[in-house]
């Protein structure tokens, strides 16, 4: 089935917004593909103990990866000025494959939160689960929920013929709702809720345990593992935050009926899109700097070290923690048997009020006092 239909040979001047979109999209591809290629290689080529935080990185990665391989079309729809041109199952493709991106992403992120949350609070529980097994399952898990939260967009995008002037017939592939308001909020809200209230609320719910734990343990130490999730984090609400606000804007216009609030909303939504897709590219320029320190002894593999240095953070965290409650326990222990050895030597001296005993005596009761 033919995509593009035009009644003239001319086709649409690229306009500002899609000049922007191009640059974005074009440093994303540049930038974001052979860096992600690096990060995979690194894991399986030179990193000999992969962490829990090494895998979920290296699973960042390949969804990263994944999704800018459709850059090109991407490039392509922008800058040929001739609408879509791939078809009407391409058109749904690539915006479904961006959706699972987007919610494993943000999954993933959680599930190395909830590894440092248990890796500070309950260090022997940690350690129990953190084998392959679990790892494997609670990945497939996070797989499994993207492709299902992001069937909607199968349903939400399409290929639409538009008539522009000069008398030019374009397809494109745009957003459709089946012409319903519903439609339009259940997507939005939906998106908003499961790819950024949701996990956003679970993140912080970690991370506020661990703080308060590593406070309670006087254990301030922040590890390079920690840091490395922490700019992941932050990066990737900087860049998806936007977008999910426009949602928010767009669904208010809808209920009330604004026409200038839609609109709005539907002239931020291309330039928003295109910078949270920029998201996929970043990671790799995180990993660059937070490695930088290795990069004069291990050469190009110091990305490896990096990633083999959160192993021994999230051992040493465990090991902290644990000799933190250790401490505690000892301590507890050390002022009960005081109290009792205290108490002791009340009432021996009340017992032995008014009573002679024999200098060895007394040197023998120090002696073991002292023992003790």
């Known amino acids: 089935m033919a995509s593009n239909i035009t009644t003239t040979p001319f086709s649409l001047p690229i306009s500002a917004s899609a000049q922007g979109g191009i640059?974005?999209?074009?440093?994303?591809?540049?930038?974001?593909?052979?860096?992600?290629?690096?990060?995979?290689?690194?894991?399986?080529?030179?990193v000999k103990k992969r962490s829990v935080t090494c895998l979920l990185v290296l699973n960042l990665a390949l969804a990263d990866a994944f999704v800018l391989l459709s850059a090109p079309l991407f490039l392509r729809y922008l800058a040929g000025g001739k609408g879509w041109e791939f078809g009407s199952a391409a058109c749904k493709l690539v915006h479904y494959l961006s959706s699972v991106n987007m919610y494993v992403s943000i999954y993933l992120i959680c599930l190395m939160s909830l590894d440092r949350c248990m890796a500070v609070t309950k260090p022997f529980l940690s350690q129990r689960m953190r084998t392959k097994r679990s790892l494997l399952v609670l990945l497939l898990v996070v797989w499994v929920m993207a492709f299902i939260l992001s069937l909607p967009m199968l349903f939400y995008r399409s290929n639409q013929k538009r008539t522009f002037p000069g008398n030019i017939n374009l397809t494109l592939c745009d957003s459709y709702h089946f012409?319903?308001?519903?439609?339009?909020?259940?997507q939005y809200v939906f998106e908003t809720i499961m790819a950024c209230l949701v996990p956003f609320i679970l993140i912080n719910i970690f991370y506020s345990?661990?703080?308060?734990?590593?406070?309670?343990?006087?254990?301030?130490?922040?590890?390079?593992?920690?840091?490395?999730?922490?700019?992941?984090?932050?990066?990737?609400?900087?860049?998806?935050?936007?977008?999910?606000i426009v949602n928010?804007?767009?669904?208010?216009?809808?209920?009330?009926?604004?026409?200038?609030?839609?609109?709005?909303?539907?002239?931020?939504?291309?330039?928003?899109?295109?910078?949270?897709?920029?998201?996929?590219?970043?990671n790799p320029i995180l990993y660059v700097f937070a490695g930088s320190s290795h990069i004069r002894q291990a050469g190009v593999s110091f990305m490896a070290k990096l990633f083999e240095a959160t192993n021994s953070d999230s051992r040493s965290a465990s090991t902290s923690t644990r000799s933190g409650r250790e401490t505690?326990?000892?301590?507890?222990?050390?002022?009960?048997?005081?109290k009792a050895f205290k108490g002791k030597d009340k009432e021996r001296s009340i017992n032995m009020a008014g009573k002679e005993l024999d200098e060895s005596v007394f040197k023998t009761l120090e002696s073991a006092e002292q023992i003790e």
């Open 23 to 46: 640059a974005i999209l074009t440093l994303a591809f540049v930038l974001g593909f052979p860096g992600n290629l690096f990060v995979v290689w690194s894991v399986f080529c030179r």
């Open 179 to 186: 012409d319903s308001v519903g439609h339009q909020i259940f």
């Open 209 to 244: 345990s661990v703080i308060c734990r590593l406070k309670s343990a006087k254990f301030q130490q922040r590890s390079q593992g920690s840091r490395l999730i922490l700019l992941i984090i932050f990066t990737f609400g900087i860049f998806w935050l936007p977008y999910h």
């Open 248 to 282: 928010i804007i767009e669904v208010v216009g809808l209920l009330t009926g604004s026409d200038s609030v839609l609109k709005a909303a539907r002239t931020a939504r291309p330039n928003v899109t295109a910078f949270a897709y920029f998201s996929s590219a970043v």
């Open 328 to 338: 505690s326990v000892l301590h507890t222990m050390s002022v009960k048997l005081g």
